[in-house]
């Protein structure tokens, strides 16, 4: 054992040192008792409620909620998946760390793997790690509240660690590893992270396949490709039951494919996601400066205007207060990009991008080359609308890739690649024997790097206009602000033009401090007056400078509040206490929210017909844009059993509530049928019908009413008498067979209705929701939620799981077997 530490003593002292850095970033709000406010965990909040308080009553977590949209899975809000080891062990990290403690460790350890595999001595390996992890959108994500996408983010450097291995012929713990790492990336349950990392491997697998037939070493690159391959299907297995449901309900989804031939606005309608949706958060060309000038583009939505900023000086001179002056700065937009609006700069560090024009000019080592394919593959497909033709290419063509938004996201993986070949850069400097070669490419890439940096801190408006596209709107709306004066609105909108040009110089000047540093720190140790050890002390001082203080932009102690806020994010309303009196079930459309299909305060205390979810179903997606996006149709209301309305006054924002007599109720017998040839029909049909009196039902389903048997009966009745998200139960009577419309979203992969304790067959109507024909006489109804691929999912997870163990366990043996026999 005292050997043992003996051996990794150094790697033990570094994991201390991440620890203290990951808590220290956020030492003031954790000593203070905070907690971080995310924005996306808060929507989360309501998103869950309904689960939650099932899972704290019954100890089942259901997997169907009612709480938004009329209803949906609760895979992609909240699923227990207890038979998946990797569970259990997120489960842990967020036990034992305070969040987001806990995100940043796996940044920096994840890091710490994959440099030590790149063969870096750890302190340099640490100050790799350190490069990794404090990349600008590692912490914006946590800051945004995206706690799995910054999971699935900090998995991408041990898993190619591991594949690493793999690829060197360490196939038992590079397999172990890599299976271990896939299955917690898979677990991550951010499919489009880990599809961006797949496809930047595929580049990786190319290229060692050109090298292993050129070296004419196929054998063993196969089974590197064989040992991989297993890797992969167990973390599959593992994740058997996250995937399994996760595919089943995104065919049904809107990433999924359309039902509507044509979409509201006349349109053909699109399989996976609207195009325009998908590329609305794309990066521009120019935009990419950022990786080297954070404020480059003005930072993110929030960059504040301090009291010497040129518009609250312009303001103060014309004769506003100076309070009212700061405050008015605060609202203008000091982003400038293409983009809707962000939320911060992709910044990958001053330092980092000078070393990484430095590695592109002496970097041997044949990794280079998917780093480079990797990085301009991603900074390509970022650009989106803004290089149409290549993203159509990967949109139209490449399998889920028209699945996934916001494409500047696929950044993460520059952002992984230019820490590990600025790192390569400085091994080939320190093993270099003769290292003036490498320092004349270092003033080179000094020149490049600096030279843009000086450039920008001089004359930044001889490339850039400081301007977005909507300029002249932004004046437009000044104008309007201060009741019609132009003059004034021009005024202010050059007073920002010039403020956002300060914010690039002086970033720009930032950028080059840190760039000259380095360069000396490099000169000094060419010229033998710092040693390998110094030199890596010195990069980890340097680079932690760099990036902690950009991070701290927008990831800091205002992000943070005191835990009883937190608690009360969620304050109900007058007219939420007098709707939650009423203790039967219904839905609630809250008109008074200015997106109530976008925003989910409503579903925290009720069942919605609103709500947010970036998964939702597409039926009802569609149904939302065609019946509620330029009026609402109080016939879809009234048949989703939307018994309250809220409402807000337009002047004074009061809210107020009306209770909607005609809702339909949970079920209810239809006098007639009518049948629609194709989903344009029913979409058509129910814009304007009777739901109380006829059912809207596509032709498919007409086997399944007999006709024959159903008749009117004045008197039948159907209710609901007994509610839980998962089962529902119903009793009926009738003097003659009938047809009942349930106020229920229609979702086939799971439910099943029983009549009598005997399973019967069930179809939809009124574009989403359940029918079925009902037999003469009183009978019990009961609609059960078992979906087959989260139970059976589970089993195999669980099988996946047991496996994974096994053979961990099987490489500390062969590996203490080695040691012994050495």
């Given amino acids: 054992m005292n050997n043992w530490f003996k051996r990794n003593g150094v790697h033990l002292a570094v994991i201390a040192a991440f620890l203290v850095i990951s808590f220290a970033y956020f030492f003031s709000p954790l000593v203070q008792g905070k907690m971080l406010y995310q924005g996306d965990v808060s929507q989360a909040q309501a998103m869950q409620r309904e689960i939650m308080a099932v899972k704290e009553k019954t100890g089942h977590a259901p997997l169907w909620t009612n709480q938004m949209f009329g209803g949906m899975p609760s895979y992609q809000i909240w699923a227990p998946y207890a038979s998946n080891i990797t569970t259990h062990v997120i489960n842990v990290l967020k036990t034992v760390f305070p969040n987001p403690v806990d995100t940043v460790l796996l940044y920096l350890l994840g890091g710490y793997l994959l440099f030590s595999v790149l063969r870096f001595k750890p302190i340099m390996a640490a100050a790799g790690a350190i490069a990794f992890a404090f990349s600008s959108y590692n912490f914006i994500y946590i800051m945004a509240g995206h706690a ?51 496809l930047s491997l595929v580049i990786l697998v190319a ?156 970097v041997k080592n ?57 790192f390569l850069a400085i091994n080939e400097l320190v093993t270099a024997q003769d290292k003036k070669p490498l320092f004349n490419k270092l003033k080179i890439a000094l020149y490049i790097t600096g ?102 932009r927008y990831l800091n102690e205002r992000n943070f509040r005191d835990k009883s806020d937190y608690d009360n994010i969620y304050k109900a309303r007058e007219v939420d206490n007098i709707i939650s009196r009423d203790t039967t079930y219904y839905r609630v459309m809250d008109l008074s929210l200015s997106l109530p299909f976008s925003d989910s305060y409503a579903s925290y205390f009720h069942k919605t017909v609103g ?66 040839d194709n989903a344009d029909q029913e979409m058509q049909a129910i814009s304007s019908f009777n739901p109380k009196e006829e059912a809207i039902v596509d032709k498919q389903y007409k086997s399944f009413i007999n006709e024959k048997e159903v008749g009117i009966d004045p008197n039948a009745t159907i209710k609901l008498v007994s509610y839980a998200p998962e089962h529902l139960v119903y009793e009926s009577g009738s003097t003659s067979a009938q047809v009942a419309v349930f106020s229920e979203i229609y979702y086939d992969k799971g439910w099943k209705m029983l009549i009598d304790g005997e399973e019967k067959p069930y179809f939809r109507a009124d574009y989403l929701l359940r029918a079925a024909q009902i037999p003469i006489g009183n009978h019990k109804i009961e609609f059960i939620f078992h979906p087959t691929s989260y139970y059976t999912g589970e089993t195999i997870s669980l099988a996946g799981s047991i496996l994974l163990v096994l053979a961990i366990g099987g490489a ?11």
Avoid at 176 to 188: K, Y
Avoid at 812 to 822: D, E, H, L, P
Wanted: proline fraction near 2%; charge should be positive.
């Fill in 148 to 198: 799995n996408q910054a999971y699935a983010i900090a998995f991408f450097a041990p898993l190619l660690a591991g594949i690493l291995l793999v690829l060197r012929g360490k196939y038992l713990w590079g397999g172990v590893i890599t299976a271990f790492f896939m299955a917690m990336e898979v677990r991550s349950n951010h499919v489009q992270m880990t599809y961006y990392l797949m």
């Fill in 207 to 362: 290229i060692e396949a050109y090298h292993a037939i050129k070296a004419k070493q196929t054998r063993p690159f196969l089974k590197s490709i064989g040992v991989l391959a297993a890797s992969f299907v167990l973390a599959i297995l593992i994740n058997a039951g996250t995937l399994w449901t996760t595919y089943e309900y995104s065919q049904y989804t809107i990433r999924g494919k359309a039902n509507l031939t044509a979409k509201n606005d006349g349109s053909e309608a699109d399989h996976g996601l609207d195009k325009g949706y998908a590329y609305n958060w794309s990066q521009g060309v120019s935009e990419i400066i950022t990786f080297l000038v954070p404020n480059a583009y003005g930072g993110g939505d929030h960059t504040p205007l301090g009291e010497d900023s040129k518009v609250v000086k312009t303001l103060t001179e014309k004769g506003v207060d100076a309070g009212q002056a700061q405050g008015f700065a605060q609202q203008l937009p000091v982003y400038w990009g293409d983009k809707p609006g962000t939320a911060g700069p992709w910044y990958f560090g001053a330092i980092v991008c000078f070393l990484f024009v430095f590695g592109l000019l002496v």
């Fill in 366 to 422: 044949r990794i280079k080359w998917w780093i480079v394919g990797a990085t301009l593959l991603s900074i390509l497909l970022s650009y989106g609308k803004n290089l149409i033709g290549f993203s159509d290419i990967f949109f139209d063509y490449f399998p889920l890739y028209n699945k996934f938004r916001a494409v500047e996201s696929i950044l993460v993986i520059a952002s992984l690649c230019f820490p590990i070949l600025a």
């Fill in 451 to 552: 030279g843009i940096c000086l450039i920008m801190a001089v004359a930044p408006d001889i490339f850039f206009s400081f301007k977005s596209s909507n300029h002249e709107t932004l004046i437009s709306s000044l104008a309007q602000a201060f009741g019609g004066d132009n003059g004034m609105a021009n005024t202010v909108a050059s007073a920002l033009v010039q403020d956002r040009i300060s914010l690039a110089k002086t970033d720009a000047i930032r950028s080059l401090i840190f760039i000259l540093i380095t360069f000396g720190i490099l000169w000094a140790y060419i010229k033998g007056k710092l040693n390998t050890t110094v030199l890596a002390f010195a990069f980890v001082a340097v680079i932690m400078a760099d990036m902690w203080t950009v991070d701290k």
């Fill in 611 to 676: 709500g947010f979810h970036s998964a939702r179903l597409r039926r009802f997606d569609e149904l939302m844009n065609n019946q509620f996006s330029k009026s609402i149709n109080s016939d879809v209301l009234d048949m989703l059993n939307t018994k309250y309305i809220i409402t807000a006054d337009p002047k004074t924002g009061q809210t107020g509530m009306r209770t909607n007599a005609d809702a339909c109720g949970n079920a209810w017998f239809v006098k007639s049928i009518k049948y629609a």
């Fill in 812 to 822: 500390v043996f062969a590996g203490t077997r080695k040691k012994k026999t050495a």
